[in-house]
């Protein structure tokens, strides 16, 4: 059953016809994420809307509050993406690019008064943004969308994992997980895009993805944004490398066989979380459809990533195996990152697919059947690398501030700003397996 939007008021603000797109002019030469944020950010973005997390650890007081959704989840020049408001009239919309600008972490585009519409222009290049709602009387929120650009070529594209936090949005009831009686047997076996996110409306971006995008930025690594919808088109991405944040964990068919035919061209795969593409969904009009884990298809993801998901609940120290190589040699003497595997995390032990070095492990519990969570790498035959961190704690650890409540000192946190800055600055690498080549630690396993 679809999920049945559940508020009293739900208001589809529609705008005049669209006038003759225009070229939009972006500055997209070499040097541009850079060059965008040398501009002056807005440390006040978030006012109003403190980080609140999504799905089973959202904790919302029943208040008034103006909620929305686009009709499209990412947009580019001149195309319009509608508004659907909740919970008031209308609202207005102040717009936020994401990144890092000296550390206010956005910059503010615009805000238009009751808006109906948007469409990207000159002064909204291609990135992640925030769009907040403001209403009076009503308690603000965001919407996620994506900006991206017309133009392929860039240091890497960044996949802003958007299917996932559908599947586990439980604004109106119900999830792919849960009922709203927080109950298994009463889930949805399908979830729409056509409603808000819960928590504070930003879905996981917050902190599954948005630590990583301001270190990108920070380091002015030119980058082509996109969600993985757009995966499912099938683009054929020239970057030199896909990077994924904290929690991708829904892929539909076509996505993987984008991700698979980007490895075999020479595209290298850049996995900083865990539980990555666990699970097989349809998408149809706007619509996920099913939750099945790829393994019980016969095509676990770790023919793909080269590990895979095992444990659920754990809190695990990561020691380093290859302390002399990319991407921790970093660290120095400082091989272990404290209690950083887990909420979920991989392992390659009793999986099927390509042969792995393994970068870094925790050690053995008993409650893990013997195997145990590793950031595991591989050289593809193409050339490419693919490093699969492997623990879904890395992202929200770079600002301590993850949803199952695991905290991390500053020492921790400076660990995994060294290592992320080292496997972002090498993600700008064509062909990064030719240049770090693999030694092999577990064989191929057919």
């Not at 630590?211 to 002015?220: A, D």
């Not at 099938?234 to 698979?260: K, L, Y």
């Not at 993801?301 to 380093?320: C, M, N, P, R, W």
Request: net charge positive.
């Amino acid at each position: 059953m679809k999920i049945v939007l559940a508020l009293s008021m739900i208001t589809t603000l529609l705008g005049a016809p669209q006038a003759m797109a225009q070229p939009c002019g972006w500055d997209q030469n070499s040097g541009w994420v850079g060059r965008e944020n040398a501009k002056t950010g807005d440390g006040n973005w978030a006012d109003g809307v403190p980080m609140r997390f999504s799905a089973d650890f959202s904790r919302r007081t029943i208040q008034p509050r103006v909620e929305g959704y686009f009709d499209a989840t990412s947009v580019t020049c001149g195309e319009k993406t509608h508004l659907t408001i909740v919970g008031a009239q209308s609202a207005d919309i102040s717009i936020y690019r994401i990144g890092y600008y000296q550390g206010a972490g956005a910059r503010h585009v615009m805000t238009i008064k009751s808006a109906r519409s948007f469409t990207p222009t000159l002064k909204t290049p291609p990135g992640e943004y925030l769009i907040k709602l403001t209403s009076k009387g009503r308690t603000s929120s965001f919407i996620p969308l994506v900006v991206r650009s017309k133009m392929h070529k860039s240091d890497i594209t960044f996949i802003s994992s958007v299917m996932t936090w559908q599947a586990y949005n439980q604004w109106g009831g119900a999830s792919l997980y849960k009922g709203a009686d927080g109950g298994h047997e009463t889930r949805s076996t399908s979830v729409t895009f056509n409603r808000p996110y819960d928590g504070d409306g930003a879905g996981q971006f917050r902190y599954m993805e948005q630590p990583l995008v301001s270190m990108i930025e920070q380091l002015g690594v030119d980058t082509n944004y996109l969600t993985d919808i757009d995966l499912d088109s099938r683009p054929t991405i020239t970057s030199a490398s896909i990077v994924f944040g904290g929690h991708s964990e829904f892929w539909t068919d076509s996505m993987r066989t984008t991700i698979q035919n980007s490895i075999d061209s020479g595209v290298n795969l850049i996995i900083l979380g865990g539980n990555t593409s666990y699970a097989q969904t349809v998408l149809k009009e706007r619509t996920l459809i099913g939750r099945n884990p790829f393994r019980d298809l016969g095509m676990p993801e770790s023919l793909i990533i080269g590990s895979q998901f095992f444990a659920l609940g754990i809190h695990k120290d990561l020691e380093v195996q290859a302390v002399d190589k990319w991407p921790f040699n970093v660290l120095g003497k400082n091989t272990v990152i404290k209690g950083i595997y887990g909420y979920e995390a991989d392992t390659a032990m009793g999986t099927k697919g390509p042969g792995v070095e393994i970068l870094a492990r925790a050690s053995i519990s008993p409650t893990e059947k013997g195997f145990v969570a590793m950031s595991t790498y591989y050289s593809a035959p193409s050339g490419a690398g693919v490093l699969n961190i492997g623990t879904n704690g890395w992202v929200c650890g770079l600002i301590d501030h993850c949803p199952w409540g695991h905290r991390f000192d500053e020492q921790t946190q400076t660990q995994l700003r060294l290592v992320t800055s080292a496997i972002l600055k090498a993600s700008k690498r064509p062909l990064l397996g030719k240049w770090r080549v693999a030694q092999i630690d577990i064989p191929t396993r057919s």
